[in-house]
């Protein structure tokens, strides 16, 4: 795992003009045929305790094949850097430690292990380590929740704005709640990833600031979520 910074300009030919290798673990795979009519090739990352953690998009074409595990969780990001589009999530980081690779093509399924380890200028205790992840799992968790209810407030807000005015019936206060709403769960979703990568950048404890930012974005949810609850049921009416 490599921690890469920004590049930043007036920097010439100082990255020269070779090629880095891909960041992350290097999968290499030979079918001697393509996998038969829709069958796909699936990729799996199992923990120590075999539990799949990533499932990587793969090629069923015959012949040498290679994709990158970006050594994170999930399928959040689709490239192979970690780094999302547009601002958005990049799942954590896994631990150091070994996991395994497994393959399944055309009704076969063949395991490798991999061994990750972190990005040596990063000294850690093993203790402060294992917190840090967990925080960043919890924030990842917090984020992802908030990001698909904002998504689905957008959508409902993109329905109600397109139906005539008379439409609601009695409940005009609807369409009064929702526009207030979507903006408060638009700022707390930014303000909840923005200390998420603050989180992910620097490992180690929480700052007192970053503490102190977690426990009102706990308080914010909870006076978000009993309006956000009330205007998801009432739309499926």
């Known amino acids: 795992m490599i921690r890469y910074q920004p590049a930043g300009g007036h920097r010439g030919d100082m990255f020269f003009r070779g090629e880095n290798p891909p960041a992350g673990a290097v999968i290499d795979y030979y079918l001697q045929a393509a996998a038969p ?50 601002g958005g999530l990049a799942r954590p980081w896994v631990l150091p430690g070994r996991y395994t690779v497994r393959l399944t093509a055309g009704g076969v399924t063949q395991e490798q292990p991999v061994d990750v380890q972190d990005d040596p200028r990063i000294d850690l205790p093993d203790e402060v380590r294992i917190a840090w992840h967990r925080t960043l799992m919890e924030l990842a968790a917090i984020v992802e929740t908030r990001q698909d209810q904002t998504r689905e407030l957008r ?35 930014s303000r909840l990833l923005r200390l998420y990568n603050q989180v992910q950048n620097s490992p180690g404890p929480l700052t007192a600031n970053q503490r102190s930012q977690l426990t009102y974005f706990r308080d914010w949810i909870a006076r978000l979520e009993p309006r956000i609850g009330a205007i998801l049921a009432d739309s499926e009416r």
């Open 155 to 189: 959508r409902i807000k993109e329905r109600v704005d397109s139906l005539p005015p008379d439409s609601l019936g009695s409940y005009p206060e609807f369409k009064t709640e929702l526009d207030d709403l979507l903006p408060l769960a638009s700022e707390l979703q």
């Open 37 to 86: 009519g829709d069958d796909d090739v699936d990729v799996t990352i199992l923990d120590e305790s075999g539990t799949s953690i990533n499932t990587l998009r793969s090629t069923k074409k015959p012949g040498l094949n290679r994709i990158i595990w970006n050594l994170r969780y999930g399928r959040i990001t689709p490239d192979s850097t970690g780094r999302a589009p547009q």
